[in-house]
């Protein structure tokens, strides 16, 4: 694959915690950080969707959102629109677990035809751990202009593919809401 740009998209609270998803602790780290580590090793062009000046610690680019009160859907066309790139990486803030074995995968096997590449297990799909081609810009605005917010129902309206994973591997990229989810579910990640 060509030029990949990394957006992490920072939007929103934990209902737990009333702060921001990615800066929960697991392991004595924000969420974020350990995101970002798994991206490290692929590329170093990481960008963050946010409003909130609490990721200022860290030193890469933050970029508002475009449209605001547009959920994850406004955040990937925020991310669209400011990339140089035509392929990006998708990544909510709140998936500590992800690895950089499985976003190789992800970007291995993501082909040009596919405007979207996503993974899914048998009970999800992960919309928010995805490649997206800046060519879908326009049908992302039409959905965001209709108030069709949901990114699966935008999935079913464009070429996409699908990676399917077991769902052994599913707690990977499962996104949690707090640490103490994360430690009940997964008792014996290192």
């Known amino acids: 694959m060509k030029a990949l740009t990394v957006f992490i998209l920072c939007g929103g609270k934990s209902s737990d ?9 697991f392991q004595g780290k924000p969420f974020i ?18 409003t909130t000046s609490e990721y200022d610690y860290l030193a890469y680019k933050k970029i508002p959102d475009i449209i605001t009160d547009k959920g994850p859907l406004g955040g990937i066309y925020t991310a669209l629109m400011h990339s140089k790139t035509e392929f990006n990486l998708i990544l909510s803030c709140d998936i500590p677990l992800i690895s950089t074995e499985l976003l190789s995968e992800l970007i291995s096997k993501h082909t040009d035809e596919a405007g979207v590449t ?25 959905a965001i202009d209709s108030d069709q917010l949901k990114v699966t129902d935008l999935l079913a309206k464009i070429p996409h593919q ?23 579910f997964n008792i014996n990640i290192s």
């Open 162 to 184: 699908v990676i399917t994973i077991e769902e052994s591997e599913n707690f990977h990229l499962t996104n949690s809401s707090s640490a103490d989810e994360l430690n009940d």
């Open 118 to 142: 996503v993974f899914a297990s048998a009970s999800k799909i992960h919309s928010l751990i995805g490649i997206y081609s800046k060519k879908m810009l326009p049908i992302i605005k039409e």
């Open 33 to 50: 950080e350990h995101i970002i580590q798994a991206v490290l090793p692929l590329t170093q062009k990481i960008k963050l969707v946010t």
């Open 17 to 25: 915690l009333q702060s921001d998803k990615g800066l929960v602790l």
